[in-house]
């Protein structure tokens, strides 16, 4: 009896054993986990900071080396009439928004909720509705991150690294000619065809969230795509007075608006 026992109580001890050790590899599988997502929080909370900082850098360098409107300008008044109350905060995103005075068409959007719209695209749009709906997709790249996203793009790293942070922390030192470099880099980054289908769909749905349709979203999207073929022709031409249109740049970051207009009629 005394035998069985002993037998029992070191089978006892040999299970209590295996569990604990078993528990202890589960303590420091956990503790390994805990401290690898610890150390990927500390990164994407670097690599903000880095891109919020870099961006303010930007913008600051974009309003001193363009025209700004004044604020009691025909552009900046016309542009703060179509904003209005509704699209300066978007779900809880603020929006700042200034007039370039550049001949350009174009429209530019930055982390944190900066817009820049060019006088260009003023003149060349009578609708203010049209205006209004390509804010609002410039909004949607803001909103889904397409607008950190290339600036990531441009600086030349992923998305959340801390390699991408310490690149980040190298371009905050950038000044003058480099820094002007990297933002003319940066502004003709193009936004993928899904980022694009993202920011359109945002688009059209904030604009019926605000009592507008989409009419006017497919209207612009549909002239934008006729200037996008006519300038790809252009391109091609060996016609010496072919010309390409103001809306050049525009496009080439936004592309493929045909198709962007057929599919907004669907959202």
């Known amino acids: 009896m005394k035998k069985k026992i002993f037998s029992l109580s ?34 994407d909370l670097a690599l903000d900071a880095a891109v919020n900082t870099l961006s303010a850098n930007i913008v600051v360098w974009m309003d001193n080396n363009n025209t700004v409107s004044a604020d009691d300008s025909p552009y900046t008044t016309r542009l703060a009439s179509i904003v209005g109350e509704k699209y300066v905060n978007v779900d809880g995103l603020a929006l700042y928004y200034k007039v370039y005075e550049n001949p350009e068409f174009n429209i530019l959007a930055l982390p944190d909720g900066y817009i820049r719209v060019y006088s260009g695209l003023l003149d060349a ?9 390509l804010i609002a997709t410039q909004i949607g790249h803001i909103a889904s991150k397409d607008a950190r996203g290339n600036l990531l793009k441009a600086a030349g790293k992923d998305q959340a690294n801390n390699a991408a942070a310490a690149q980040l922390e190298k371009l905050l030192s950038l000044s003058g000619e480099k820094l002007g470099t990297f933002v003319n880099e940066l502004i003709q980054v193009p936004y993928t065809e899904e980022q694009n289908e993202a920011a359109d769909k945002y688009a059209a749905t904030l604009l019926k969230k605000n009592d507008k349709s989409t009419d006017a979203l497919v209207s ?20 010496i007075n072919a010309t390409i249109s103001p809306a050049y740049k525009y496009n080439k970051v936004n592309a493929n608006n045909t198709l962007r207009a057929s599919l907004v009629e669907n959202y």
């Open 220 to 239: 612009i999207l549909t002239k934008l795509g006729e200037l996008e073929a006519n300038d790809a022709e252009a391109a091609q031409s060996e016609d």
């Open 125 to 133: 749009l009578e609708d203010d509705d049209e205006i209004l709906a």
């Open 10 to 43: 070191i089978i006892t001890v040999l299970i209590v054993f295996s569990a604990n050790a078993q528990f202890g590899k589960s303590l420091k599988s956990i503790g390994k986990s805990v401290s690898n997502a610890a150390g990927s929080v500390a990164g």
